[in-house]
């Protein structure tokens, strides 16, 4: 059996002392379900956030700086003591926050809700969540708005947004995307994609409910999202190329030029945006020409040929690789040497 | 090597220099840059966000279109935004046929397809860098070894993460490449917090306080540590940590003035090109003081 060291980082609150390094050498370590179910061993090992429980030795002590094994209580989350985090006061507040139960119209019908499997399948992935708090431990927004709803409870949130009982799907959305630490405070950083044991990719599911509160919703949200979203697709479908000098204006107006200019809140918005365009003017790093004129590309007619027949269908074609996994891979067995692994 | 070229769009509109130190550097490197004049925005997680339909479809006529470059390697970006935006793309296009072939229907009319496999690849100029031209190929090429530079990197999250579509699996130390190309280049890596960290660009417009708190923080930390200037292969992260610096300042409320240079300008300086060629003078923060540091080494 070979040894291991560990450095973990202790700490007790009732000491009045700081936290301090403590190194052990082990040759075994366990507890809990030991199966990545219970959700309970959630660390941080050589900086990352994880399970410690389906962390293999060997491997965690390849990546170990010095030799030894870092372990260390998840972040974004006050410590209680050692390695355990008060999860209360985040994790599961936050999961509270977007009201994590079915609230379905009218009464309940006699026996079992009837619902066809197939619509089931969209929210299994968002369902799969063990509450572990990984991603919110390395939550790269949370990192610096504490208020942000984070990852784990926002794919909670497309759960019941997602479920065809729930009768409540346009509130909840309008809720979410209006609250300034909700869907549109997420930076797209794919930290909670990264680190989720259960394969939830939390991002994934925040991006879905970003995708019904605009498209299928039309929330015309206070933080933005609908405006900035709309405008940069607008945008390529015309021009084929962003440009961010028309990018600001239009994701201030919901899309359109127009209105960014008689909407007061978009205005005031777009003017304390404007010194960052006329710096980039003054700079020398934009011309005059770049900032106020779009390029196009040649083939436009094209693209916006895809644009009409791809937005023509009603039913939107997703494929989440989660549910019907990577069935060309084996077919092969090779992969591009740009390594797109499903 | 001749390589299918794709610049992205941000390179050609508010980060020019990029663009321009791009075609600098790489006669120097010995690359042949087919540039993809007809291929559209990679979408940048926004279209997916709206359309993922729409966004493998316009993504995969990229790939066709690079596919269809006579006697190209494979084809290279220059923006870690592009590289991830693409490989989420095609990493659902790989993953099943019937879904690469309705997508294909799409192209039908401009004659276009995208094939799956084989060995075209699309890779970040960083990658290009380690995996195909070669480390010791570009230290040959180095004519003004940066000593005394002090560079932080920053990766931006497309390319880092997540590591099972990035193909981490093929190649372990992606992570690692930028620190890898700063000591090839003479200078020396910094460690700082923020390397691999997002740089809050995605978010700038609807939560700004979110944003540049991210970006100030990251470049408070490498200035903490010591760094001279900041590198990275996103143009993106460039907006968010050299254009909004003087806001981003508020936001961490202390001065900050930390250069940021795209990778190809570090790599130009390295090969010993000239300032104005790379665009130096092109950034919102001075970059005065690595010009003058790598002026003095040219001297000595
Ligand atoms: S993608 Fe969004 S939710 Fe996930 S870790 Fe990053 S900021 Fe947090
Ligand atoms: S989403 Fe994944 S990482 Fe986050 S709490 Fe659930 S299981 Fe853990
Ligand atoms: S990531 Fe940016 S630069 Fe690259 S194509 Fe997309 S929008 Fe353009
Ligand atoms: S750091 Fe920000 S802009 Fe750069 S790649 Fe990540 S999300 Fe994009
Ligand atoms: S011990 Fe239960 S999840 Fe790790």
């Known amino acids: 059996m070979p040894d291991y060291s560990l450095k973990i980082r202790r700490y007790n609150p009732e000491s009045g002392q700081p936290a301090y390094w403590q190194q052990f050498d082990v040759d075994l370590a366990g507890c809990s379900c030991q199966a990545a179910i219970c959700g309970s061993c959630g660390v941080r090992i050589n900086g990352m956030s994880r399970l410690a429980c389906n962390t293999k030795l060997g491997e965690a002590a390849e990546d170990a700086p010095n030799g030894a094994i870092v372990v260390e209580p998840m972040g974004n989350m006050p410590v209680l003591k050692d390695l355990i985090v008060d999860m209360d006061a985040v994790h599961w507040k936050k999961v509270q926050r977007v009201v994590p139960w079915l609230l379905p119209e009218g009464d309940p019908p006699d026996r079992e809700y009837i619902v066809d499997p197939e619509s089931m399948i969209d929210i299994t992935q968002s369902m799969a969540c063990i509450h572990c708090g990984a991603c919110v431990s390395a939550c790269l927004s949370m990192e610096v708005d504490p208020e942000f709803i984070g990852p784990a409870a926002l794919a909670k949130a497309y759960r019941f947004v997602g479920d065809p009982r729930d009768a409540f799907t346009e509130d909840r959305l309008l809720d979410l995307a209006e609250d300034p630490h909700g869907i549109y405070d997420c930076t797209h950083c794919f930290a909670c994609i990264e680190v989720c044991p259960k394969d939830v990719a939390p991002m994934n599911q925040i991006m879905r409910l970003r995708r019904r509160a605009t498209s299928d919703y039309g929330i015309k949200d206070g933080n933005n999202g609908y405006g900035h979203e709309k405008a940069f697709s607008d945008l390529i479908e015309k021009y084929g190329l962003l440009s961010e000098a028309q990018l600001l204006p239009k994701s201030y107006g919901d899309g359109s030029l127009i209105r960014a200019q008689v909407k007061p809140a978009a205005l005031k918005e777009l003017t304390a945006k404007l010194p960052t365009v006329i710096r980039g003017l003054r700079s020398g790093k934009v011309s005059p020409k770049t900032a106020l004129i779009h390029r196009k590309l040649k083939d436009q007619d094209q693209i916006r040929r895809m644009y009409k027949e791809v937005e023509s269908h009603e039913d939107r074609l997703e494929l989440n690789l989660y549910i019907v996994g990577d069935s060309d891979a084996e077919e092969e067995g090779t992969m591009a040497e740009g390594g797109q692994e499903g | ?300």
């Open chain 2, 1 to 300: 090597m001749k390589l299918a070229y794709w610049p992205g769009c941000v390179s050609r509109g508010f980060t020019p220099e990029l663009h321009g130190a791009m075609a600098a550097v790489a006669p120097k490197l010995g690359l042949e840059l087919v540039e993809l004049d007809r291929a559209n925005c990679c979408g940048a997680g926004f279209i997916s966000e709206h359309n993922q339909e729409l966004a493998d479809t316009l993504n995969a006529r990229t790939f066709a279109l690079a596919q269809g470059v006579d006697g190209a390697a494979g084809m290279v970006n220059i923006c870690s935004t592009c590289q991830g935006a693409q490989s989420e793309c095609q990493e659902r296009l790989d993953a099943d046929a019937a879904y690469r072939a309705h997508i294909n229907e799409h192209l039908e009319p401009e004659g276009l397809e995208y094939e799956r496999g084989g060995a075209w690849w699309n890779k970040n100029l960083l990658w290009l860098l380690v995996e195909e031209i070669g480390l010791d190929a570009l230290r040959e090429r180095v004519v003004r070894p940066l000593e005394g530079l002090r560079v932080g990197p920053f990766y931006g999250c497309y390319i880092v993460r997540p590591t099972r579509r990035l193909g981490y699996e093929l190649y372990p130390d992606r992570d690692k490449y930028l620190e890898w190309v700063i000591e090839a280049c003479g200078a020396a890596p910094v460690k700082y917090a923020g390397s691999h960290k997002c740089c809050g660009f995605p978010i700038v417009t609807t939560n700004r306080e979110t944003s540049l708190r991210q970006a100030g923080r990251h470049m408070a930390d490498a200035l903490d540590a010591g760094a001279d200037c900041v590198v990275t292969p996103c143009p993106l992260c460039h907006l968010n940590l050299d254009l909004q610096q003087p806001e981003s300042q508020a936001f961490v409320e202390r001065d900050l003035g930390i250069p940021v240079l795209h990778l190809p300008q570090l790599i130009g300086l390295a090969l010993g090109l000239d300032f104005k060629e790379l665009g130096l003078h092109r950034h919102v923060v001075k970059t005065d003081e690595v010009q003058a540091k790598v002026a003095a080494l040219a001297a000595a």
